[in-house]
């Protein structure tokens, strides 16, 4: 079974500053996606930014950037200049490229504090 | 873009009642998962779904089925609720070229009596 683990329950991070929301995970498989999902104070969880396992390269959306590393299964979440709006929860979750189906980390609630 | 609706944000419903959560999707998605969302818990597979009248279970299937009788639309049936049943239920579906992006719904609260 795929187990992902999200160490950090709770961040804080002063407006403007660079927070590191780290994750990692255990597989056997060789196939799959690993996401960054974010949910607002009562609002729908959202996708921050994916990542394919074939690709070496880090993955990159606006502010947010991934640092992965395949063979140390590290998955971390970069935010830089951290906005108020970026206080959600974060998941971290792990995806079969086959059947979709999926193992989220217990997430980390992150503070952004103006 | 993508919209999975639920049938209600909040649900009250009383210990031994059966108890039907509905989840849409609008973009034609293969797949179809129901969690359930605890504090310190994160979301929990209860059940998936690849296909119509396809099912399997996820990592909590007990003391729930689920049904998919059309491509858009998968329930969540709890035959006879109980109180440790009291959690945040997320609908998703994932399908096409999005690279098995998860879409979510808005959540249902329900509360067992």
């Known amino acids: 079974a795929q187990t992902v683990t999200q160490s950090q329950p709770e961040m804080s991070v002063q407006e403007a500053e660079t927070v590191t929301l780290s994750c990692t995970y255990d597989t056997s498989e060789s196939n799959y996606y690993l996401f960054w999902y974010k949910q607002p104070p009562s609002r729908q969880m959202i996708l921050v930014i994916r990542q394919e396992a074939y690709k070496q390269q880090n993955a990159t959306e606006n502010r947010f950037s991934v640092n992965f590393q395949k063979a140390a299964k590290s998955f971390s979440l970069k935010i830089s200049d951290s906005q108020l709006g970026d206080t959600a929860m974060y998941f971290c979750?792990?995806?079969?490229?086959?059947?979709?189906?999926?193992?989220f980390g217990d997430g980390t609630t992150l503070t952004v504090k103006p | 873009d993508v919209k999975v609706t639920q049938s209600s944000r909040y649900l009250v419903k009383r210990t031994g009642e059966k108890v039907f959560l509905e989840c849409v999707q609008d973009m034609d998605h293969e797949n179809m998962f129901w969690y359930r969302q605890d504090p310190g818990l994160g979301l929990r597979l209860i059940y998936f779904?690849?296909?119509?009248?396809?099912?399997e279970k996820g990592d909590i299937p007990e003391g729930y089925s689920v049904s998919r009788e059309k491509k858009e639309r998968f329930s969540l049936i709890l035959e006879s609720a109980s109180t440790n049943q009291t959690s945040m239920y997320l609908c998703?579906?994932?399908?096409?070229?999005?690279?098995?992006?998860?879409?979510f719904g808005p959540g249902t609260r329900l509360t067992v009596l």
């Open positions: 998703a579906s994932s399908g096409g070229t999005r690279n098995n992006e998860q879409f």
């Open positions: 979750a792990f995806i079969w490229a086959n059947a979709g189906k999926s193992t």
């Open positions: 779904s690849y296909d119509v009248k396809m099912k």
